[in-house]
């Protein structure tokens, strides 16, 4: 069984600051996919970034970027110079092994401060 | 964004009642989801289908099921709604199988059962 873990149900930034959302995973394959998607107040799920666990490379888009410990099964989001418009909850998912599924962690609360 | 569609977006009903909601796609994806949305549980897999007429059941599958005749539509049914099932609903769509599952999002139902 996979699982994902969000260990801060809610965090909070100043405007342009940076901060590090976690998240922890478990899978037994050797092959995976982790997302981060975002969910602002309109509900809408975005997906924000993906890493391919063989790529050994951080995956970067723009001002968001992760750090990813295969070792260690961590899979962290830093979002760099924080907006206003990046407050949302914050979703990790896991998909991996033959089935189609995404396992989400519970996600965190992001509030970006002016 | 991807093609995407579900209705209807809020609905209220009573307990006992049966309630469909659809999910429309026109990006002929092969692949469809039914995801409910709780506090503090993230998304969870309700159901999801790899082809017409090919579903299976996800995490969450109990007094549900799903239908899919044609490519572009997935329709989730609650044969007899209860208070538990009062969530938000997702349907996602996925061009591509196994570990690059890079799923897109509709816009959400939100259900309410009294």
């Known amino acids: 069984a996979q699982t994902v873990t969000q260990s801060q149900p809610e965090m909070s930034v100043?405007?342009?600051?940076?901060?590090?959302?976690?998240?922890?995973?478990?899978?037994?394959?050797?092959d995976y996919y982790l997302f981060w998607y975002k969910q602002p107040p309109s509900r809408q799920m975005i997906l924000v970034i993906r890493q391919e666990a063989y790529k050994q490379q951080n995956a970067t888009e723009n001002r968001f970027s992760v750090n990813f410990q295969k070792a260690a099964k961590s899979f962290s989001l830093k979002i760099s110079d924080s907006q206003l418009g990046d407050a949302a909850m914050y979703f990790c998912a896991l998909s991996g092994g033959s089935n189609y599924k995404l396992t989400f962690g519970k996600g965190t609360l992001l509030t970006v401060n002016p | 964004d991807a093609g995407i569609t579900q209705s209807p977006r809020h609905k209220v009903t009573e307990t006992g009642t049966p309630v469909t909601l659809r999910c429309h796609q026109t990006e002929n994806h092969r692949y469809m989801y039914w995801y409910r949305q709780d506090p503090g549980h993230g998304l969870r897999l309700i159901h999801y289908s790899y082809g017409v007429k090919d579903t299976d059941k996800g995490e969450v599958s109990d007094g549900y099921s799903v239908s899919r005749s044609k490519t572009e539509d997935f329709l989730l049914t609650l044969e007899s709604a209860t208070s538990s099932q009062t969530s938000v609903y997702f349907c996602a769509i996925s061009p591509t199988q196994g570990r690059n599952n890079e799923q897109f999002f509709g816009p959400g139902t939100r259900l309410t059962v009294l």
Do not use: I, M, R
């Open chain 1, 14 to 30: 100043q405007e342009a600051e940076t901060v590090t959302l976690s998240c922890t995973y478990d899978t037994s394959e050797s």
